[in-house]
C-alpha cells in the first residue's frame, strides 16, 4: 500500500517539484497539494494523508498552528517540517506542534524521501544542522522553549488574529472568516497589542513576522 502524502507549501513550483519526485517511488503518492496553512488543516481531514509535508510560513494559517490543528484532530497523522527557516524558535515551536520531523529545504530530494520513511517508521528525523539546535537547546538546559515566545503570549486565536492582521486583512474581512462580529475583532487586536507591549501597526506587523506568523 502507498504512502498517502500531503504537500503543504505556498509556492506552486514547488509542490509540483514534490509531487513529480515522491511520484517516482511506486511506494508514494500525493495525495493532495495546499497553498494556505487553512487549506492544509481541511484537506488533511478530508484526505486522511499518511503524512503531511509542511511549510513553516503560509498564508491564512502558518505551519505551526496547521500542525497544531492537525494533531489535535488526527494524532497518528506524520508530519514532516520542510522549511527555509533554521531559526531556534521556528523549529522548537514546531517540534512542540507536534512535527515527527524537521528538515531544511536546502536537503537533497533523496533526504526527503529518507525523512517519509523514516517517520512512517514512528521513527523522528531531523536535518543536521536542526539536530544542532535541538541538542543545544537540551545541553543549555531549555528544555524546549522556556525562553519567551509569541505561543506562551498570546492565545491560538490571538495568533490567528494577529497573522491575520500582518498580512494587510481588515477587521470586517478578518470577522467574515472568523464568524465573530467587527467589535470582537478589534477588541482582540486592543488585547493583542497591550500584551505584546505594541502601539502600532507597523511594529505589530514586525512582531508577527519576527516570531515566524507570517512572512513579508
Same mark, same amino acid.
Given at each position: 500500500?502507498s504512502?498517502?502524502?500531503?504537500?503543504?507549501?505556498?509556492?506552486?513550483i514547488?509542490?509540483?517539484?514534490?509531487?513529480?519526485?515522491?511520484e517516482?517511488?511506486?511506494s508514494?503518492?500525493?495525495?493532495?497539494?495546499?497553498?494556505?496553512?487553512?487549506?492544509?488543516?481541511?484537506l488533511?481531514?478530508?484526505?486522511?494523508?499518511?503524512?503531511?509535508?509542511m511549510? @513553516?510560513?503560509m498564508?491564512?494559517l502558518?505551519?505551526?498552528?496547521?500542525?497544531?490543528?492537525?494533531?489535535s484532530e488526527?494524532?497518528? @497523522?506524520?508530519?514532516?517540517?520542510l522549511?527555509v527557516?533554521?531559526?531556534?524558535?521556528?523549529?522548537?515551536d514546531? $517540534?512542540?506542534?507536534?512535527?515527527?520531523?524537521y528538515?531544511?529545504?536546502?536537503?537533497?530530494?533523496?533526504?526527503?524521501?529518507?525523512?517519509?520513511?523514516t517517520?512512517?517508521?514512528?521513527?523522528?528525523?531531523l536535518?543536521?544542522?536542526?539536530?544542532?539546535? @535541538?541538542?543545544?537547546?537540551?545541553?543549555t538546559?531549555?528544555?524546549?522553549?522556556?525562553?519567551?515566545?509569541?505561543?506562551?503570549?498570546?492565545?491560538?486565536?490571538e495568533?490567528q $488574529?494577529?497573522?491575520?492582521?500582518?498580512?494587510?486583512?481588515?477587521?470586517?474581512?478578518?470577522a467574515?472568516?472568523?464568524?465573530?462580529?467587527?467589535?470582537?475583532?478589534?477588541?482582540?487586536r486592543r488585547?493583542?497589542?497591550?500584551?505584546?507591549?505594541?502601539?502600532?501597526?507597523?511594529?505589530?506587523?514586525?512582531?508577527? $513576522?519576527r516570531?515566524?506568523l507570517?512572512?513579508?
Open positions: 500500500m504512502t498517502k502524502i500531503l504537500v503543504a507549501d505556498d509556492h506552486g514547488l509542490r509540483e517539484g514534490i509531487r513529480a519526485l515522491i517516482k517511488h511506486n508514494m503518492e500525493v495525495v493532495g497539494e495546499a497553498e494556505t496553512g487553512q487549506v492544509a488543516v481541511e488533511a481531514l478530508k484526505l486522511q494523508p499518511d503524512v503531511v509535508v511549510d @513553516v510560513t498564508p491564512d502558518n505551519g505551526i498552528e496547521a500542525t497544531r490543528k492537525i494533531k488526527m494524532p497518528d @497523522v506524520k508530519i514532516l517540517a522549511s527557516h533554521a531559526a531556534r524558535e521556528f523549529v522548537l514546531m $517540534i512542540k506542534a507536534g512535527v515527527s520531523g528538515m531544511l529545504k536546502e536537503c537533497l530530494f533523496d533526504d526527503l524521501v529518507l525523512a517519509i520513511k517517520v512512517m517508521e514512528g521513527k523522528s528525523y536535518s543536521p544542522k536542526i539536530a544542532s539546535i @535541538v541538542l543545544d537547546d537540551i545541553a538546559d531549555n528544555h524546549f522553549g522556556k525562553t519567551d515566545s509569541v505561543r506562551s503570549t498570546l492565545t491560538s486565536k495568533r $488574529i494577529l497573522q491575520f492582521l500582518a498580512e494587510g486583512k481588515a477587521a470586517k474581512e478578518i467574515m472568516l472568523l464568524n465573530v462580529s467587527v467589535k470582537t475583532i478589534e477588541a482582540n488585547h493583542i497589542m497591550e500584551k505584546v507591549g505594541i502601539d502600532n501597526m507597523a511594529d505589530l506587523v514586525k512582531y508577527a $513576522i516570531h515566524g507570517t512572512t513579508i
